[in-house]
């Protein structure tokens, strides 16, 4: 603006000796001309203080105008590859399987008969007939609760006899004194834990009164619970026509741990009874991989079964129940490890998936004047799946309100089956605001 001032003194002053000049040569011609001069003079000093104010306004307006809004660009992950396929070790003799708790990953059918091996014919039970043995006989003379001893029982000079009987037979026995005494659930005791066959026909006598009335109070129970495929015809699983199928025993093994006191028994590995000692239990994988029961069975001539129930935890919150049966396997040893491992491949078919790294992008922000930010992944994040459940991903995103690092501006969600796993995404960086120079130069962006 010095130019401009400089012009106009030196127009001044061009006019005060034009004006002298004229004064002398011609008095009305110089009134005239001095009042153009004085006119042209005030329009000048307007235009100059306009531009002045003009000049002021522009600066003011582009060092405070709004700012546009930083662009943003995000793109939503594909879906992350599904965990590896999981195979059921299933054995290779028949045997059947369920699981309750986990439907949502297993299917609606797991809690029923989920999976199965070899046939389901009825085959002979052995000493998997004395938990049918130990309901009837439960089923006429019930206890209170899981400790309540019930009633005492006496036994006689004909239930001593059958410790004979059943050495002869080579089945597994235990003293019976004559004369000797022992309270109901410890008489129970002594035929789910070693097995005792000359308690379970003694027991069943004592609670019937003979053994064809104990068979024909089992036969009702078998029909009144549904278990079409199976028939008992005497206490102890001596008798291969004592026979189940696989779908059958799942259904037992069920009745029987919803029954306190048979739970309670088969899920003690050793106990003390006053009169016979300690006692054992035949089920050695007790406590093993979360097993919890419930009986063993062999007829002697190298098929061994085991019906069983498990308490898993898998990481789903909940513990899964785990009912299953094998029968007809070649060892006890070889029953153990075929169980075990089916087990085991059901607790590994629940595995964490990595679906994400920490401060993986997903998007950002880019300003006119060259600023720009990330959206990333606020975490490592991972899912829990079942085998190879697809898993899908869905991405939110939020506009800022400061555009600041680690402002959260989402979310992203992974889903597999009924889980899900959910991460915030969070500005990686922070928005600059632009120069003063940048604004001066740049109005056409400015709001």
């Keep these: 603006m010095t130019d401009e001032f400089s012009d106009l003194a030196e127009l001044m002053r061009e006019e005060q000796q034009l004006t002298a000049g004229l004064a002398e040569a011609d008095p009305d011609a110089h009134l005239r001309r001095r009042r153009r001069r004085r006119l042209a003079l005030v329009i000048t000093a307007i235009v100059l203080v306009a531009i002045l104010g003009s000049a002021g306004g522009y600066v003011a307006w582009a060092l405070n105008a709004p700012l ?5 660009t995000s793109q939503q992950p594909g879906s992350p590859a599904p965990g590896p396929a999981v ?3 299933l054995p290779t003799a028949a045997s059947a399987i369920s699981v309750s708790g986990a439907d949502a990953y297993l299917g609606p059918g797991a809690s029923g008969i989920w999976a199965t091996s070899g046939t389901n014919d ?15 006989i439960l089923d006429a003379r019930p206890l209170a609760d899981a400790n309540d001893p ?28 004559t004369g000797s005494s022992m309270s109901e659930r410890d008489a129970l005791a002594m035929l789910l834990l070693p097995s005792a066959s000359n308690y379970a026909e003694a027991v069943s006598t004592w609670a019937f009164g003979s053994q064809g009335a104990f068979v024909a109070a089992a036969r009702r129970w078998i029909a009144a619970n549904g278990l079409t495929g199976t028939t008992l015809v005497e206490p102890t699983g001596m008798s291969a026509r004592n026979t189940s199928t696989p779908t059958d025993l799942i259904a037992l093994a069920r009745l029987a741990a919803a029954n306190p006191t048979v739970a309670a028994l088969a899920a003690t590995p050793s106990m003390v009874v006053p ?20 009986k063993t069975g062999n007829l002697g001539d190298g098929a061994y079964n085991l019906l069983y129930t498990a308490s898993m935890d898998v990481g789903i919150g909940d513990r899964l129940a785990v009912t299953g049966v094998l029968l007809g396997g070649m060892s006890r040893p070889s029953v153990d490890n075929a169980v075990r491992a089916e087990l085991g491949s059901i607790r590994d078919g629940f595995h964490h998936v990595p679906v994400a790294s920490h401060g993986q992008q997903v998007g950002g922000y880019e300003t006119p004047w060259g600023s720009t ?24 995103t939020t506009t800022p309100k ?45 709001g």
């Design 150 to 177: 019930g009633p005492t029982i006496t036994f006689s000079k004909a239930d001593h006899d059958l410790y004979d009987k059943y050495y002869v037979m080579g089945a597994t026995i235990a003293a019976m004194p």
């Design 122 to 136: 009825a085959v002979p039970m052995a000493s998997i007939s004395k938990l049918i043995t130990v309901l009837v």
């Design 402 to 446: 400061r555009y600041a690092d680690d402002e959260v501006v989402g979310s992203i969600t992974w889903t597999a089956g009924p889980n899900t796993t959910t991460i915030p995404l969070v500005i990686e960086g922070s928005i600059e605001q632009p120069d003063d120079w940048w604004r001066l130069t740049n109005p056409g962006e400015l």
């Design 275 to 294: 009169g016979a000692g300690t006692i054992t239990n035949t089920n050695d994988l007790l406590g093993v991989d979360g097993i919890t029961g419930l």
């Design 87 to 89: 195979t059921l070790a």
């Design 68 to 72: 546009p809004a930083p662009a943003a």
């Design 373 to 396: 930010a990330k959206i990333v992944i606020a975490q490592e994040a991972s899912i829990l799946t079942w085998s190879d459940t697809p898993i899908t991903v869905t991405m939110q």
